[in-house]
């Protein structure tokens, strides 16, 4: 079956680089995305990658998909306050999207 | 309409009730999507449409749960004797199409439900 995992915390200093990481079992995944869900909020599509990619940049952040392993993970630069979080990395076939239970990043002054 | 919207964003019901959850995708999108995500939880598949059908519905909890979507454009998820584990953040989504170019998946910022 379809199974996408996180870790669930992650804490980082202001200024310094986040990674987030993901795994998929879906082999026929055809997009990845990563969204943002702030506290109250819905979900905010932050970026997403086509499987034929390697690696996706835009302005701070970066994707880097590993399909061998099936791996994923999502960095942001230069990591801000309101860059905290619950990141949510999901896989797509057809359909519907297969989420993650999401990484909750906690930024730090 | 510029996102995708969805009503009520809150709702309290009391145990038993029927709730209705209505959701407008962004227009001309053909595919919509319900999620629900419970305290602390990730986001649950509930049940998707092309169109005005539903290909894959495998994530209604229980028979308590339906949705409709009529004119390929507006959906209500219908939750009928509602118990209090049914208490969560509803979401609502949409896309252009269900796969292929141009089908990422807008959501909206979802419908509370508590049931007391």
């Known amino acids: 079956g379809e199974d996408v995992e996180q870790s669930l915390f992650l804490s980082v200093r202001e200024g310094d680089s986040s990674v987030i990481n993901c795994t998929y079992t879906d082999s026929s995944s055809t997009y990845l995305y990563w969204y943002k869900q702030e506290p109250g909020a819905g979900l905010q599509l932050l970026t997403y990658?086509?499987?034929?990619?390697d690696m996706k940049q835009d302005q701070r952040l970066t994707v880097l998909l590993n399909k061998k392993d099936k791996h994923l993970s999502l960095r942001i630069a230069d990591t801000q306050t309101g860059d905290s979080a619950i990141y949510f990395c999901?896989?797509?076939?057809?359909?519907?999207?297969?989420f993650g239970a999401g990484t909750q990043v906690v930024v730090t002054p | 309409g510029a996102g995708v919207s969805q009503s009520p964003s809150n709702k309290v019901t009391e145990k038993g009730k029927d709730v209705e959850l209505r959701c407008d995708p962004i227009s001309g999108h053909t595919a919509l999507y319900w999620y629900r995500q419970s305290l602390g939880q990730g986001l649950e598949f509930l049940i998707y449409?092309?169109?005005?059908?539903?290909?894959?519905k495998s994530g209604l909890p229980s028979d308590r749960f339906s949705a409709e979507r009529t004119g390929g454009s507006v959906s209500t998820l219908t939750i009928q004797r509602t118990q209090q584990e049914d208490s969560a953040v509803y979401l609502c989504a949409s896309s252009l199409v269900v796969a292929g170019s141009g089908n990422t998946i807008y959501f909206g910022e979802g419908s509370w439900l508590t049931v007391v």
């Open positions: 999901a896989e797509r076939s057809w359909g519907k999207l297969q």
């Open positions: 449409f092309q169109g005005n059908s539903a290909p894959d």
């Open positions: 990658i086509f499987s034929n990619m």
